[in-house]
């Protein structure tokens, strides 16, 4: 299993401004992803976070919204910059051991752009 | 890409009755996993189900493995107030996986 921590666990952030998003694992692991979840809603994923390397962003999110940093396997950010209401959204951090095994989940980070 | 399809989207059920939600992939699946996530929670890994035709139980929970691993059920046995929450199910495209819509279950005592 993974122990994940993710802050910050809330914010409400003026529209305009970038918030960063940290997401620190207890072990080494392959994969790390990035979702974002509407209330009531499903996952949605945004991209695929890569030790050393550029993330892979799936459709419909851009590396200038959301910039993200792995430097190791342990850790990663999230940016979400020039932030506007639309992004008011729950952010969660996940992790796998291998490919399409058992994601583990950080807390989330509840965002509120106002 | 892979569409994961979940249905119902919503279910109230009183407690003690019995619940089923299902889950369909336009492509075969090498897995599917499924998670729970209770109100105000994070999502929490459930089970995964590999080969065709795969039936896994635990406790009042029994997962289901279609024999063209192209769908999936969950069904809960006598729902209890505890069961609340979003069921979802997820099957891998390459190294993503990718969710379902989830399917909230509202439980009456």
């Known amino acids: 299993s993974a122990v994940i921590s993710q802050k910050p666990s809330r914010d409400i952030c003026q529209r305009g401004t970038s918030l960063t998003i940290q997401c620190q694992v207890d072990s080494q692991v392959t994969m790390m992803f990035w979702y974002r979840q509407q209330p009531g809603q499903s996952l949605t994923l945004i991209a695929t976070?890569?030790?050393?390397?550029?993330?892979?962003?799936e459709s419909g999110f851009v590396i200038d919204k959301f910039p993200i940093s792995r430097p190791n396997l342990t850790f990663s950010t999230l940016t979400v910059s020039n932030m506007s209401p639309e992004d008011s959204s729950i952010y969660l951090c996940?992790?796998?051991?291998?490919?399409?095994?058992?994601?583990?989940f950080g807390q989330g980070t509840r965002l509120t752009v106002v | 890409g892979q569409q994961v399809m979940q249905i119902p989207q919503y279910q109230h059920v009183q407690e003690g009755e019995d619940f089923t939600t299902y889950c369909n992939s336009s492509?075969?699946?090498?897995?599917i996993q499924w998670y729970k996530q209770r109100p105000g929670g994070h999502p929490v890994f459930l089970i995964q189900l590999v080969k065709s035709g795969e039936v896994k139980k635990q406790k009042r929970l029994t997962f289901q493995f279609g024999e063209a691993k192209k769908n999936s059920s969950l069904h809960i046995t006598a729902t209890q107030t505890t069961d609340v929450g979003t069921y979802f199910c997820a099957g891998g495209e390459g190294f993503k996986t990718i969710f379902g819509a989830g399917t909230r279950l509202f439980v009456k005592a």
């Open positions: 976070a890569n030790q050393g390397s550029e993330a892979t962003y």
């Open positions: 492509t075969t699946l090498s897995n």
């Open positions: 996940s992790v796998e051991q291998g490919a399409n095994t058992e994601a583990f």
